[in-house]
C-alpha cells in the first residue's frame, strides 16, 4: 500500500518567514495530493490539493508544488501569520480509488 | 448541509466495556471513512465504505473492531470489548462520488474516546 513520508515533525517560524513542508510518497499510482489543516481540538479541513497533471497550484499565500518523477511533493506557506499555527498533513491517493493516506503531520509554530 | 455529524464527541469508558461511535455523512457523499488519530500514528485510515459496501477494511487494527453501514446516512464504529489502547480521537469523514470533487474528505468533529 502507499507509503507517505512527511518532514519536519515540527517547525517554528518568525511571523512573516516563509515556512516549507516536504513529503515523499511511494505507491506511482498516486496522482491526487491534498493537504490539510488541523487546528488545536479541531477536525482536520482541506487547504489546498494537487494532481498529478500539473506541477505547481497557488492560493493566496500557500501553494503546493509536485515532483512525479522523484515522487515528492512540498506545502509553501509565505508571509506566515499566528493564524497559521497548527499541525498540518500531507496525503496521497492513487488515481481512481479513494483511499487517501495521511503523513504524519508538522506541527507549525508561528512566533509573532 | 450541517457536514458530517458524529457522536458522541467524548466518551469515557472501563477497559472491557463496548464502545460505539456514530457517524452521519454529508447527504450526497458516496463515500465513508474511519480513521483514528494519535500522537504517535497520526491518522489512520480503519476502513472506509462505498455505496454502504465496505471497500477495505485492511486498516482494521484486530477483530475486537468493527464497523457497519446500513443505510446512506448511517454509520458505527464498535469496540468490543474496549482496551486502553484503544484511547485516541476517531473521525469520520465523507466524500463525493468520483469526479471533479473525488477525494476531498470532509471531516466530522470526531469523538475522543478514553479507555480507562
Known amino acids: 500500500g502507499e507509503n507517505v513520508e512527511q518532514h519536519p515533525s515540527t517547525l517554528s517560524v518568525q511571523e512573516g518567514d516563509s515556512a516549507v513542508i516536504k513529503c515523499t510518497y511511494s505507491?506511482?499510482?498516486?496522482?491526487?495530493f491534498p493537504w490539510y489543516k488541523q487546528e488545536l481540538g479541531k477536525r482536520p479541513q482541506l487547504i489546498i490539493d494537487?494532481?498529478?497533471?500539473?506541477g505547481e497550484k497557488k492560493d493566496q499565500r500557500i501553494a503546493v508544488t509536485l515532483n512525479k518523477t522523484a515522487k515528492h511533493f512540498s506545502l509553501h506557506i509565505t508571509e506566515t501569520q499566528p493564524e497559521d499555527s497548527a499541525v498540518y498533513f500531507c496525503?496521497?491517493?492513487?488515481?481512481?480509488?479513494?483511499?487517501?493516506?495521511f503523513g504524519i503531520g508538522t506541527k507549525l509554530q508561528v512566533i509573532p | 448541509d450541517a457536514g458530517v455529524i458524529q457522536s458522541p464527541r467524548h466518551e469515557v469508558t472501563e477497559m472491557g466495556q463496548e464502545v460505539t461511535l456514530r457517524c452521519k455523512p454529508i447527504s450526497g457523499h458516496d463515500y465513508l471513512f474511519w480513521y483514528r488519530q494519535t500522537m504517535m500514528r497520526g491518522l489512520e485510515l480503519l476502513i472506509y465504505?462505498?455505496?454502504?459496501?465496505?471497500?477495505?477494511d485492511s486498516g482494521m487494527p484486530e477483530d475486537r473492531f468493527s464497523a457497519k453501514m446500513p443505510n446512506a446516512s448511517f454509520s458505527t464504529l464498535k469496540i468490543q470489548p474496549s482496551e486502553p489502547r484503544d484511547s485516541a480521537v476517531y473521525f469520520c469523514?465523507?466524500?463525493?462520488?468520483?469526479?471533479?470533487?473525488?477525494?476531498?474528505?470532509?471531516f466530522g468533529a470526531g469523538s475522543r474516546l478514553t479507555v480507562l
Open positions: 494537487i494532481r498529478s497533471n500539473v
Open positions: 505507491d506511482s499510482a498516486s496522482n491526487y
Open positions: 469523514a465523507s466524500s463525493p462520488p468520483a469526479g471533479a470533487g473525488a477525494n476531498v474528505l470532509t
Open positions: 496525503a496521497a491517493a492513487p488515481g481512481g480509488y479513494q483511499k487517501v493516506t
Open positions: 465504505f462505498n455505496n454502504n459496501v465496505p471497500i477495505d
